[in-house]
């Protein structure tokens, strides 16, 4: 969208490349990693007892409920997404991503599944001018 540029012109805003993203994707996942199992450390102490435990606290209080059905209706939308633009692009694995969010955290792994995206999508932005499309990039 154009952008005011101080002298009476428009000029259009500059754009955010994709190694821009991907580093923002990147730091972002690399914080959600070190902020979700740095306190999932807790119970670690436990093994036997870790899943419910877990699941027990996820309950105790009305916050803990909301987040986390906040939580688990973003990874439903998180995993619709990363399906549907997986299979556009021609994402492979993307059933990795999902069980990692399930596993580790959707926090760290959706992010990691939006640098895959926009590499892809950057490939095939390069490859447009060459016949190659977003599917049958490597």
Do not use: K
Request: glycine share 8%; hydrophobic share 55%.
């Amino acid at each position: 969208a154009p952008m005011p540029d101080g002298t009476g012109s428009t000029a259009a805003a500059p754009p955010v490349t994709s190694n821009g993203l991907c580093g923002c994707y990147a730091a972002s996942a690399l914080v959600a990693l070190v902020a979700t199992w740095s306190q999932t450390a807790a119970y670690l102490s436990e093994p036997a007892t870790f899943l419910t435990a877990f699941l027990h606290d996820l309950t105790l209080t009305p916050a803990a409920r909301s987040i986390t059905a906040d939580i688990l209706l973003f990874f439903l939308a998180a995993a619709i997404l990363m399906v549907v633009e997986a299979r556009r692009l021609g994402i492979r694995f993307v059933w990795l991503y999902i069980i990692g969010g399930a596993l580790i955290a959707i926090s760290v792994t959706f992010p990691l599944f939006l640098i895959a995206r926009e590499l892809r999508i950057a490939g095939a932005s390069e490859n447009a001018g060459r016949g190659v499309t977003a599917r049958s990039l490597p």
